[in-house]
């Protein structure tokens, strides 16, 4: 027999750009399902696909040089496709390695991964394809601190996307007066730049601090419900079926609001996060929780 046939996918960028390409890797394994599909770009992140069933190999975006022809072509020479977000790769594939790059930016106003996919050739099983599930594994402290909560996520990868600290604060009240637990997730990003265990809380929250991104997945499946801003957890509960509310202020939710079977969205008020009433967010919340 043969070796299987390999096709390496690359995705740049952080855990949302990552998340937003597993119906599109799902779709590639069944025009392939004898195949093996690598996945490369944050490792961290590929590894989460893998462990969600998504792909086969996780591999390290650093690893395919394509600065250095001399260094990508042997990372490159075992595969048969390589489908990557970077044309850098066209310029560097051994012979016998077919190439197909493709823009990772919206084009209209439909889910991104729905875009991707036209683009690619590929027919989804939408939106069932971007739906994720978990392999049991032992609880970590991170899975239960997290788990029952209604667990808040006041970070993003950027502060303008972020709803204001004391709205956060509010929320907590509210709905601990409704009887709910209060998680706060804490990423690396939040406990560089505002760490949410200094703020004032009004009433007590368990902090939940995953190791890593598949720490982090099983942490969200834990939590009763989710709240969060415009970022890659709030992608994640949601495609874990975690009942979930993404906050927007500017930005294109029609292409990149979280896609869940239970999930939602609200857009701030002429796009000012400030704006967002915390009664408004509430109501969602407790529509989530108690309905």
Known sequence: MGERRRV????????????????????????????????????????????AGVADVARSREAFATWSPERAAPQLAGYELVIADDPGFAAVAPAGVAVHTYDPRPRDQRALPLQLAEQLGLSLQWPQDH????????????????????????????????????????????MHRQGAAIGVLLGPVERERDDPRRWPWPVPVAFVAPSDAIDLAHALAAARAFVGNDSG????????????????GGGEPGVFAPIGPRAGYLQAPQQQLAALDVAVVAGHVAAMLFR
């Open 131 to 174: 739906w994720l599930e978990l392999p049991v594994r032992a609880p970590s402290p991170a899975v239960e601190a997290a788990r029952d909560t209604l667990l808040l996520a006041p970070g993003s990868g950027a502060v303008a996307k972020n709803w204001p600290a004391p709205h956060w604060q509010q929320l907590a009240a509210t």
């Open 8 to 51: 390496l996918f690359v995705r740049r960028g952080a855990l949302g750009d990552t998340l937003l390409v597993a119906a599109v890797l799902r779709a590639l394994r069944r025009r392939s399902p004898a195949g093996e599909l690598h996945v490369a770009g944050v490792l961290e992140l590929a590894q989460l696909l893998v462990h």
């Open 233 to 248: 957890p709030a992608h994640l509960a949601a495609m874990l079926a975690v009942p979930t509310l993404a906050l927007f």
